[in-house]
């Protein structure tokens, strides 16, 4: 069966300083992976996805993700924080080989102070 | 409209009573896609349409909730005979192509609170 876990519940950065969000999967087949991001009132945005191609995935935001097979990760990365990326962000895998829907994590919330 | 865009935006139910939650996504997506977000938690999948043909149905939790999309366009989400576990965000998404071949798009949600 399809999963992820968020590794973190919470991840306090201070401005300027690397953000670091890890996410590991479990897939029976090659997995599609994404990671999304929700801001308070605001619908869900996708920030990179990941779909067998290259294993460095680069998003919106200067965000940027590895697909590390041997080690089941697919952890998201920015090298400087911003106030702005304060949020809710969930790593996410496809539920099923046809695509047809996504498993969600339970999310990590960002806190990024000045 | 620019979105996809749900409606009601807040709900407030009593316990027993029938709810319809619309969904307008995206003019032309194929795609239409039903999540259900508690408190605290991650999106939890409950259906997916193709157009107007529901393919995916295996998320929803019992036979009270039920979901259409007649036209291939608007969907609406109905919930019967409300219970206060069903108090969420329905989350609604869409995309161009099947599945999440294409990025999926989703609404602001709508707010359930069941008292």
């Known amino acids: ?114 | 409209g620019a979105g996809v865009s749900q409606s009601p935006r807040y709900k407030v139910a009593k316990r027993g009573q029938d709810v319809a939650l619309r969904c307008d996504p995206i003019s032309g997506h194929v795609s239409l896609f039903w999540y259900q977000q508690a408190l605290g938690q991650g999106p939890e999948f409950l259906t997916y349409f193709q157009n107007e043909a529901q393919l995916d149905k295996s998320g929803l939790p019992s036979d009270r909730f039920f979901a259409e999309r007649p036209e291939g366009s608007v969907s609406t989400l109905k919930i019967q005979r409300t219970q206060q576990e069903d108090s969420a965000v329905y989350l609604c998404a869409s995309s161009l192509a099947r599945g999440w071949n294409t990025e999926a798009f989703f609404g602001q949600g709508t707010r359930l609170t069941v008292v």
């Open chain 1, 1 to 114: 069966a399809q999963s992820v876990t968020q590794l973190d519940s919470h991840v306090s950065v201070s401005e300027g300083t690397p953000v670091l969000l890890r996410c590991n999967y479990s897939s029976s087949y090659s997995p599609s992976l994404f990671w999304y991001v929700q801001h308070p009132n605001k619908g869900l945005q996708l920030l990179l996805k990941y779909t067998s191609a290259a294993t460095l995935v680069k998003g919106i935001n200067g965000f940027e993700a590895e697909f590390k097979k041997s080690e089941t990760s697919f952890h998201l990365t920015k090298p400087s924080a911003h106030m702005s990326d304060a949020a809710e962000y969930f790593c996410v895998v496809t539920h099923n080989q046809a695509g047809t829907a996504l498993i969600f994590g339970k999310g990590t919330t960002l806190s990024v102070s000045s």
